[in-house]
Structures are given as C-alpha cells and as structure tokens.
C-alpha cells in the first residue's frame, strides 16, 4: 500500500501538524530537475549497501530527486553494483532489477513503484519556494496547506519551503497579518510568493485568551488588529492607535495632554453604576489600571485621566496583535469582566529557528504650537474699542484694582492724569503689542521614540527582547512626558509536546504638567491688550477676583497678590508617575494526542505617583488660602481671622501600589476525525487585585524643607485646624481595596464538515465584593453561537469560482456585569472616639441590601463575512442587540429606610447597532496595489425605566449639564442645557422656566429641572468609523486614514468667563459679540446678550473654596427681571446661563484626516552577508484636516470646549531590520 | 519525565480547584470597612448612629428648630443688621408650614426639616438593625441584653420626636387620628412605601420599645455613665409618654419610680464662683440631676438657629426672661447675654455633657403636673416648691390651691426650668396650644422690608409640622397635612 503508515526523518517538521498519519515521502534531494537528467551518465560503486544508500549516492552525483515509500525499500536486501560511465536510466534498471520496483517518470519527476502495484498512484511533485512579504522580506512560520488534503508544511528562517503535492494543486499560505493567498502548482517546481498585508488580519486562529481556536471554529465576533496597521505613530499609548481601527471600538479623547487616556465605548454602554471601559488583557491576563478610580470618574467624559490606563506602561512597539472581542460567545469566558467587551492584547515572541534579527525604530513628531489662526478671538484693537466702550458707558469694569494696563491709562486719561498725546501714543503701543499669549505659552511639541528589539530562536528556545524610550514634551510650556520600557520574552520547548514560557516587562513612566493652570484656557481668555513683559521684566497683575462675601473683612487692596501666567507655571506642577512591572509564565503540555494542559500564572505590580506642589507665591495659594492676599503682609485682624495660610505653599500626593495575581488551569481537548471537528475545554482561574493607596496633604510647604508641614501659628491663624477640621482633608490617610474573584470555565467547539461550527462557553463566578452576607456568590454566563460556511455546501461550491466565501454568524449570550461596588452587607467604619464621652463611635458605612443582585447582559448578534472577486473584496456586517437589565442604579427611596437614595437593580438598556467593516483591492498588479478601506459602526443607546418611581434616578444641575443625567427612555449621554427664550428688551439672556412661580402644585425637583433643561443631543457619537486608502507602487507607500465621527453635539467655548456680560480688563473676548445687543430692538435680530452691568455676586465657601450653588443677582437685576429667586438649588449667574443654553450647542460631527503617510522601503537582497536586511523611511501628516461646524471656530469638536484642540503635526521616522 | 510533569499539573490543578471552591478566599472584605460581630462592635455602631453621634455641621439631625417656633425667642432689632445673620431659621420662626420655601430670600431651610426626619429615621434604622440581629449578636449575655434594651430605647425617643413634631398632638376623644408618622420597626431595605400610621399606635410602640427596654436593662444589670440610658432614663421617659397621653395616675408613678433611684437636685442658690463653674454646673456631667444626656453637637456655641455673625438675628425672648425671678439662678445658668441678644448656653466638650439632657427636675415636674391633674395638689405643690428652692434665692412662694392655676404654675415652671431642651413646643401643643404672635423683618431682593406680624392661632393646625417635601416626593403614601404658606398679618 502506497499510504501505509511510515516513519518519516522529517519528523520534527511533520510534528508541528496535528496530523499523525502521515503520507509523506522522503524527500532526498531539494534540486530541480533538468530535463535530461536521466541520460546522465555516471559512476557508481557500492558494495552490500542499502538501496537507498545507493539511491542518495546517485542524488549526490546527478541531482536527480527519488521519490519512494522508505518503509517498502527497507524491506529489500542490501545490493552490490559496479557501473562505469552508466546513464542513470541503466543504474536504476540494474539496481532495481528483481526487486519488483521501477522507475516512473512523470512530469519531471522519479518515483520508484512498486511494477505490480495497480493501486491509484496520485502523481505528485516535489516542489519549493520562497514566503515574502512585499517588501520581498522572508516570512518565516508562513503555513502551506494542499487546498483540500491534509497535507502542510512551515516556511524555514529564509522563507524556503519544500512540499509534495499533486501537480494540479493549490497551495494556501497564510501568514499572521497578512492575506492568505492560494497559488496554483501548475506543474511548477518553484513558487515564488508574495504576501500582502491584510487590511485587517484574517487570521488562522482566533486568540480568546483562554484558548486558541482555529479561525474557520469560531463563531464569535472578534476583530484582529495587527500591529502593522497602526498607522498613527505619533501616538504613545496603544487606545490612542486604535481610532478608527474597529468596527464598534469608539475611541473618544478628551484631552490632548500627554499620557491622556481617551474614553473608550465598545458597542455602547451596558452599566450604568460600573466602569463603562472595556477590559484590557495583555497576554492573558486581565491588566487593571494602576490606579483606582471610582466608576464615575472613569466614566465621565470631562474627567481627564493621565496615570490610570490599564495600558499604562506597555510600549506600542511590543505589541503584535490586537483583539477586540464584542460580543457574548467571544467574552463568556471572561464571565463577570466582559459587559463592556474585551480588548486582548498579544505581546511580541521569539521566533524559533532564526538568526537573531535586530530591529531599531526612530520616531520624531512635531506637533505645531496652537495660534490665534481661525480662533475668533479679539485683536488688541478690538479688546481696546470694547474696554473704551464700557469705560465710556461707565460700566462696572471689574471688582478689583484694574490692571497696569490699557483700562488704567484709558481712565487716567479721562481723569485728566495724562495728556492726550501721551494717552495716544500709549494707546499705539498697545495696539502694536498685541501680545501673543499662545506664542507664550506654547511651543511646537516634540515627541521622539527609540525602540530596539531583537528577536530570535534556535530549535528549542525562542526570545524576544526589547527595549524603549519615548519622550514627549507640549506643546504647552511646562508640560513633558517620559517612558522607558523593556521587554524579555522566551520560550522554551525542551521535549515534544512541552512548552513553556515567559514574559517579563516593565516600564517608566513619568510626567510633568502646569498644576492649577491651564495654558489653553488662559490664553484663549486672555486680552491681547495685556502686556507679557514691561521693561523687559515680567508684568505681575492682580487678576480680577470674585467678589468674596467673607464675614466682617473687606479687602485690602494694597495687599493683593499679583499675578503671572508663566511665574505660577514655574511655580507650581503635577508630577505623576507610574511604574509598572509585569510577569506572565505560561506551561503547555500536550499528551495523549489530543489532550493539552495550559497553566498560566501572571504576577504585576504597579506604583503610581501622583503629587502637585503650589509655592506659596502662586496665585493659586494666595486666592485658595488667602483671600487672594500677598503672602506675609502685616496682615490685619480681621484678615488673619480669614487665613487659612499665610505662609508657606501646598503639597498634594496620592501614591498607589498595586499588586494583582492570576492562576489559571485549563484541559483541553480536541480531536479532528473524519467530518467531526470537537474542541473541549476546562478550566480554573484565581485573580486578585489589591490596591494600596496613601494619601498626603501638606498645607505650609517649603520646597527646601522636605515633604513637612510648617504650620501658622493656631492662635493667630485658627482657620489653618478648622480647614482641616470642616474640609474633611486629612494630612494623610491610607486606604486599601482588595477585589479577589474565582472562576470555572467550559468551551465546546464542534464542527461538521468545516462547513457547520457549533461554539458554547460557559463560565460561573464568585467575587468577593458580592459574596458575603447571604447573595449568591455563584454566578453563571454561558453563551452559543453557530456559524454556517455558506459557499462551502456542495451544491454551492460546485459552481464557486476559488476563494469566494460567505459565512454567517449568529450567536447568543448571557453575561452578567459587576459595578465593584462596596460590600453589600453591613458594614461600619472604624471608630472614633467621641471627645466627650471618650467613647468609640463607628459610623454605618454600608447598609445591609440583600436584594442586590448582578447585573445582567443579554447580547444577540448576527453577522455575514464575506469575500469576494479572489478576495478583492472581502468584509464583514455585523447586527447586535445588547439588552442589559437589572442594572444597579442609585434611586431615591422612601426616606423612612432612614436614607433617601440607595443602589438597587432598578435600570436597563438597551443597546443596538450596526457595524460594516470592507476592504476592497482596487488595483492589484506587479508593481501597482491601491487598497481602500472603511469601518463604520452605527450604537443606538437606550435607557429603559424598571420600577423607580418620579423623580427616578437622582441628579442635579451640573450632572444635567455634563451629561451625567440618567433618564428612562433617552441616550445615557444626552448632555443637556438651558433653554434659551431669547433677548429681553434690555439685552438680557431670559430661560425657561427658572423662575416660574404660578404652579398650582409645586413640582418635585426632577419636575422643575424638566422644564428647565432642554435635552441637546449625545455627547458620543452615534456614528463612528474611519475611511482609509492605500496606494503602493513598488517599495513606495501612500495612506491616507480618515476618521468619522457623526451624530453628536458639543457645546461651544465659553462665551463669557467669571460670570459677567461686562469682561474684566485682562480678558478677551470672541468677535462674535461684536454682532451683540447694542440698543432696545436688537433683541429681534441678535441672540448675543448685551454689554451690560450685571454682575452677579458670587457666594463662596471659604473652607470649600468653591462658589455656593446659590447666586443671586444684584438689587437692579432683580428688578429688571422683576422675577423671585429660583424654587431649587439653581445656578443663576445669566452669562453662565447663557454659555451653557442650547444656543451654544453644535453638531460635533466631524471627519478629520488623520494620517497622510508616505513610506518608502529599501529592501537589501538577502544573502545574509549586508549588515542591513531592511530600512524603511517614512514621514506622515496628522489631523491637517477637519471638516465641522463652521461655529465651532476653531475649537475641536471632539474634545470638551476650553481643552486644547488636535493640533497638525508631522511625524518622520526610520525603522532598520539588522 | 511525563510522571513528573503529570504530578506537578496534577497538584497544581488540585491546588487551584481547591483554592476556587475556598469559599475562604472570597470571603476576605475588599476594603477596610467591618462588619459588626460583637456587642463591642454594635455598641460602636450605636454609639455612632444612635443619639450620641457626632452631629455633622452641614447637615444632619437638626432639633433647634423647635424652640423657634415657641413664644420663647424673638427677632433681634438691632440697627447694624445684615440680613444673612437671621439664617435659614425664620422660616420656622415665621411657621411657614411649606418649609421648602422661604418667606425671604434666605437659604432655604428644607434641608434642616429633611435631614431632621431623615435622621431620625436613620436612629431608628441603627436600633431595627440591632433589635433584628438580637440575641445573634456575639457576646456576654449582660452585655448583649444592656445594648438591646439601648437600642429600643433610643428608638423610642427617636419616635418621640417623630410623633411630636409631624403627628398630630394626642387627643384622647380621636384615638383613630391616622395622621401620626410612618412606623418602622424592621432592618430591612424596603423600596416600598410605608403610609402613616395612627399617632397612638406609634405611642403604643414607644411604649413598647420603653417596656422592653426595662425589661432589658433590668435584666442585664448593667449600670453605665450618663451618655447610656439607665432605669431612672426609662422611667423618666414612660412618665413623659404618659404624661403627653394624659395617663396621670401612671405618669405620677414612673416619675415616682426615677426619682426612688435618682432625686438628687442640685442647690444652685449657693455662691458662685466664676461664670464657667456655673455654666458646668448647670449643665455639665457633674451636675447630679443628670440622668441621662444626648444629642452630641460638637460646634453647639454656634447656636446657628440665632443667626449667625456677631450680632445674632433670633434672641431669647424677653417674654420668657421676664418670668424669672431676678434672683433666679437659671438666668445665669441658662444664657448669655451681650446686651443686645440673649442666647442660651449649650454644654459642651468643657461641661462633658452633651447638648440636651434627662434631669430629676422633669421627674419632679411630671410628678407635679399629674398630681395636679389628679387633684393631688399639696403632693403637687411640694414637688414644685422643692425645685423652686432649688434654683431661687429669694422663694416668693404663692400657695395657690386653685387647680387651674396650679397647673399654670407648673407648666410655666416647666417652660423656665426646661428652656431649649426641647420641650416648649411641644408642651405647648400637648397643653393648650396657645396663640403665639412673632415680629419679623424680611429681606426681599436684599431689601429690607418694614417689620412684619406673623401669628400662630390657638389650635392651630400649624403646631403640626408638613412633612418634608423630599419625603413626602419619595414616599406618595405619606398624606399631606395640607396646610397653606403662613403669610403676615
């Protein structure tokens, strides 16, 4: 039998397959054959030889090739044979003679058969070739299959493979991130292939991160980024790279400051009291953010986060492939962490059987310096006809003492202090001074990144080493960022069947930013008529302060503290740090054939530093703590009873060490038999993460004196122990959270005939921030799905042209989600003793609620991928339906429960969406390839009301106005504003329904809020994709990437700052006021309020430091309104009213050109003896482009107004293969 | 080679699967808060939460709002006024009714009423959650038995309050009066809505929990200091409760009975030394007649319902001063003055009392006011005139026989020795409930407007408090009184 079972010398090759009956021949030599081979003539000598020995002798000599069945020859005796000058055609008829063999040449090749065997005798050919990418850079680890048998093989370290096969075969290579490409044989003996990179990767195995499935067994919908596709490499963080990358993925930053994490939505929201990110995993293991921030910080879309993304510390450059798992049958495995869906991250590996390979990468950015260019901002001339405006009009112009600037010298001059000519000629040098604030406080950011790798492997190990450094400075002053990382990967795979590895990491981060300044926003509202310098030395101004009703003191304005923009940069600063450390060990053992033990341990420890300093000749210090006084004045008494600090600066710091474990086991079997595929798996996991946070505060900080507080004397200065006393700060205080969980896990994958693939996961967890106290600690998901391989059936396939393949998909699926909410039980805090009766006392902490139970997800999803016109077009349409119900809200409660809100699975939403992913080859030719691209995921997010009753879910105005607001039947991010009703016949803004009084019943608060807020739109987009193109002629590389983002509102940058229709000498103003109110009548044609007096007064907390949420206007504001005073807590300082009215929304959508890439390669022909293997260059154009709203002004639509928008940056680099 | 990477998973696995089904391992808090196990941690708990907690300065538990409301304080008239020193209290003084509106544009003070009925719920929740868990709670069987008899004492004089301010006054001929308060008596959370139960169903659960309390704290023998409740507290309570329920006869004996285990009554006519001596004497822990103290204000010279600033809006009245004798030793005892405004004196961390305080006195006044009732007038008298020359120098001592007037006599003693203790407002609408006539100057759109007259009628539906609008808006069961905003006359 010519397939009998065999042992073959290539086994190390052949084990890599799963298949064990092998039916391979020996391949001896790896030449090609010339036509006239066999009437080559030759000697041969050989003695009591094995014939194959005498065969190997004859490949040595002629290159001729044999094929033949080792097991069958073994079985004849040795030979002797003495020929001289022989054709090779004679030598094989004597050495075959008698033997029952003979030499069948067919299509340039000779297999010895056996001469009675009349068994089907499949032709084959020996052929071989070579595995590029486009680059013509070997690709090794390319997998070769025989469309159709069983039948594979693996490309060597230069791309060489050898395969036997029939000749009218079509060999499949498939190569991680690339295309998978079919080549017919066609008789050839060798076949040059060329791969090109997947637009994205459609990859042979799916990675879950608890198993590994083949592509074609998973019904799941995951989508694979690879590294090769991120193409903004100007970015530092991998969640910055991912804009625009996946289908459903919204990526949404809200600051541009280094080190920001964007706001990251994957289908939605399906929490609401919980963290609404999706989890990150980094080889496995669930990585959590080095600090711990509460749910509603993480989820708010103002909240800017600088140290507590989970991927803090993980350099881009190390990462190989990016998952994104969205729906229940890919997340069930990850049970009580995957409502928000999963992003799995693979880290880069050694490869083995290869040289070491060294890689170095530069990379430069300039990020250009903002201006005044689209800004609609007044010139000094403009600022100054406005300022002689209100002086002529005798407007109040500030609260304070005017600036040494134009407002001063304008009424002195008035005053009759000046002369005209002076006057004039001082009003000309102002004119022409024009300050630059943005050229001030900014410059062209620069960012560099060094990455180093080398990367390599023999037969039984594999390593991957890296090392990084990045830094990053502004575009603001004073703002910098820095990371150092390193990587070291091995594996190691000392017997067949045995695998074990590991993966160290870690990285630096550190940070520096202005503390209490924003540089944007100060030179956004800031009057070009205000000098910088005078004299050449930095101008110091009292900036106008609000007008403080501080008990029985008025100001001394001889003692007021003076300000500069740069001086209070200089003097005060944030500085975060994050260290993070990382370990992951992972140990596989398959035995038995289709059994696997998978054993996966991860360590990590993280510490986060985060302080900020304020010296004491800050404005900051002297506004916070000393009613905006001058540090050390003789200060009077009445003053002094005031002062929280009269000396000294401020020095915060939160430092956070984490430390998290995971074990996991798992069993796993599968086995391929006949048309049957089954894939099992078991599997344990033991996760912890414990988080060590202390706090410090130190009020009377000396930078010289070490981290101590000096503190004012207590007999003068008493307030200095009552701040501390009624704030509520503590000096230091030392928290700990410790969130433990375990879980058991279940996958079942069977397949009929490839074409049928059934996947269930089903996974049950314990935590123990739900666990005590009676709730059942054991929860359960589970999901199913099933995919169809439509093309595949046969009465289908029959007519299929090659590669056309539509597949369906369809899965279901249970999950249930976690806010890490506080014990459920009761709990009390820790004693305190009562100073009088000096007993302990100890606060209830937690109220019992043994009602509470887990959130749960029910998640449908539907989708077709399909690829068409020999994979020119190829994509995916996915459908889901996430249904999330019992979702732990806090309500209001019948106050007789002795407290009036509490958390109870109360809410639901609904979540429903659409995501169409195409990719399609315009042009594919030798020398010419132009790829186009689009992602576009449509989320539609509803709110649906279970049983809370009116006023339903709590909020106030703020979270009204930022959107926090959570109402049944609406988006969750509708942002909502006041609702603008017009001018009034004195140029005055008026709203509805604050000061409504003719209620015949009082409405509840939620009633009264209704009608003063109108809902103005999402504030995420319901729309978001990108649109990229990819042109390439030979080594040269054009992209263009667009993202789009559509369907959702921002509000306009403040029109009026510090509360006033009537701006302060030091501030600017828009040009969009010129077309405001100027007489009675305006009203009519204008909705820009007047310059009027109406200053509100300000309330302010003196230990808060924050302004009471009660204002009140003035006497003759009243009066002109002739209006009361709002039946609730409402803010009614009109300009503020005013900037956030709906008046001042816009249409956020947007399309940006992200990226505009030339890249140009410099492939070196390889034989190994050039130092450089490849070099690639490329230079590219980020955010040039951005069509909006035309009201937007320049202000970026994504990012919350008053932040500093994307600017245009240039980003060149190299990148060298050694 | 296999064997021993076979037993290595292999313990590897059992370890894992073991650790897993550790119901241990979950068991762990994830932060540092406890669970309260033992009596010494539910004594905490009710330390923390009961009427010895430390009341927060910004909202919480606020009960000086009842003495606004009497004829015992006035406006302050003064020519330096700022308008924000009368603070967020005139509107009790002015008996808005609606409390969530204010008269004038100062702060609103639905938030005092709120947190008021918010906070005595939230004693209560503290005791239900004690009374609940019962003998489950870890400990000495003494201990264990002095705590719960705590906490259904506490819950009693949380009801107490409760009933008396926002349920209507007992009225023996309309025992069915449905609008008494929402009566809880179970720790666990509900999101359903509790109406209002009959005001003499919630006596009926004071005095329960009173009776219960007895029996526990009798049965523990547990004796503690002052800040704790004891036999004599209990009695002194049940003889307010029956007092309030016009049970004389029983009013008289459990006056009768504190007063067998505690009659000291201190001699305050004795020289005294200095101003503070006096002032702890009065009313700090080394008094005798101390019986048991509450309400722990950890700021109480503040007094912010007086306004705040230097010059105060609210003063004692002059109404009540002029009742005492000039050589009253309570004048000094109780007040301050600064010659424009008479404020009362609170203890404090200096006295090692808290704020408000049981004292043998009010067992001598119940003990009076029922005899009177009972026609026991000499056994009346003699109470009254022992407190009397107690705190009097010079006694003037009128023998009245005349009931009526005897029973004046006492209750105006009762206004003059238990001044801001919190108990005018409420012997007022359980007595007579008179007419009561309050001057105020209101600020509209920061102007100051001419003196106006508010008045609260006699009988008037007004000494029963609206329920707070948040909790009348989160529990629809709860029935409004209805009663419209108080304007001036």
Redesign the interface.
Known sequence: MYHSRCHVKGWLHLSRTLYRNCFFLLVICLLPLSASAQSMRMSIHVKHKHITQALTLITQKTGITFFYNTEELNKLGLVSLRADNETVDNILQLLLKDKGLQVVRKNGLHVILPINSNAYNPPVVNISGRITDKNGMPLAQANIVEKGRRNNTWSNDSGMFHITVSPDAILQVSFLGMQTTSVAVKNRAFLPVSLQPAFTAINEVVINGYSTLKHQYSAASVSTVSAASLDRKDQLSIDNMLQGKVPGLAINRNSTSPGAAPKIRLRGTATLSGNREPIWVIDGIIVDAPVKLNAANINSLDDVNLMSSPVTGLNPKDIKQIDILKDAASTALYGVNSGNGVILITTRNGAPYKKPEITFSQMTNITFRPSYHHLNLMDAAQRMGLSKEIIDKKLPLSNGILPDGFERDYTGFLNGNMSRARFEQLEQDYRSMNTDWFNILFNNGVTQNYHLSVNGGGKKTAYYLSAGYTSETGPAIFTRARQYSGMLGASYHP?PG?QAGIKLSGASNTGSYPYQTDPYQYAYHTARSLPYTRQQQRMYYPPASPNWSV??YVMDTSQVALFNIVSEMENSRTRTSVNTYRAVMN?D?T?LRSFK?H?LYGLGSSAANNNSYALENTYYIASRYRMGLGPDMPYSDAAKGNIILPSGGEYQETATRQYYYT?R?S?EYSLKAHAHYIQLLAG???RQSKYNTSKRFILGYYPGSGLAAYPPPASEYPMYNNFFT?SGIQPTAQ??????????YGMLVYSYKDRYTLNFNIRQD????F???GNK?WQKTWSAAAKWRVLDEPLISRHKKTNNAIDIRVSYGYNIGLP?I??T????????Q????G???????????P?LCWEKTYVFNAGIDFSFFDNRLYGTVEAYRKRSRDLLAN??????????A?M?NTAGIINNGIEVGLQYQVIRRRNWQWNIAANIAVNKTRVLQN?F???GIIGNQQQYLSGDIIKAGGDLNTMYAYKFTGLNSQGFPTFRGIYDRDYTV?P??AQYYANVFVPAGRRIPLTDGSFSSNLKYRNWSLTTVFLVKLGYKQRLNNLYENGAFVPNPAENMSTAIEKRWKQPGDEKITDIPGVNAQNGLYLFDPIAMSPVQ?Y?F??AT??NLNR??P?Y?MSTLSPEMYNNSDIRIVNASHIRLSTLSVQRNFPVPGNGRQLFKNISCYAQLHDVLLLADKRLNGQDPELPPGTLPRRPSFTFGTEINF | ??IS?LTY?GI??IA??F???C?K????????????QTVA?Y???L???GW???LS?DGDLFLYFLDMMTADVEETIGPAQSFDEKGPYSAFYTWQN?Y??QYD?R??PSDIL?NT??GL??????CN?ITDKGEKIEGDLSGRQFLLGEAHFSRALAYYYLVNIWGRPYDPANRADSMGV?L?VS?T??????PRSTVIAVYNQILEDLNTALKYVQESGKTS?I?HYSPAAVYLLLSRIHLYLRHWEQAAAFAGQCLEIRSALQDNTTPRTSMSDFYIRMLGAANPEIIYTFY?D?NPTAFNNFG???GYGFSVSSDLLRQYDSTDQRLGGYYYSNNVVVIPKTS??YS???CFSFRTSEAYLNRAEANAHLGENEKALADLDLLQSRRVKTVTRSRQINRGTLLETILLERRKELAFQLHNWFDLRRTTAPSITHYFTPVI???VRPRERFVLKKNDPGYTLEIP???L????ALKPLGLKRRLPL
């Open positions: 017997i045995l008990d029985n140990a053992w035995f033990l054993g074990i086991h069993l344990n996991e033991l009624y928290f700990m959270d410790k969130y433990r969980q375990t879980s058991w314990g935590a123990n921030y666990a005590l106290y600690p890490e506080k014990s039980g009761l709990s009390i805090s820790n004693p305190v009562d100073p009088i009766s007993e302990s006392q100890a606060t209830i902490v937690n109220f019992d609620n009602g309500i209001n409660l019948a106050e007789e429960n002795g407290f009036n509490g109870f049983n009753t009116d006023p009082q509840t608060v009660y009140r003035d006497a009243m009066q009361t005073t039946l807590l | 080679m296999k990477h998973t590897l696995l894992t699967s650790m897993s089904s119901r391992y979950l068991d762990t808090p994830t932060d540092n808060s406890r669970t309260p941690d004594t905490e708990m330390n923390g939460e010895n907690r430390n300065p609606i969530d509106i544009e702060q609103s709120n009925w918010l719920y939230r004693i209560i929740k503290a959650i929402p809880s720790s959370l509900v999101n359903t809505h509790l200091s800040f722990n950890p705040g600033g230097n404090g961390i090692g009392a808290y759109n920061q102007q609008a948040p909790a808006q989160a529990n629809p």
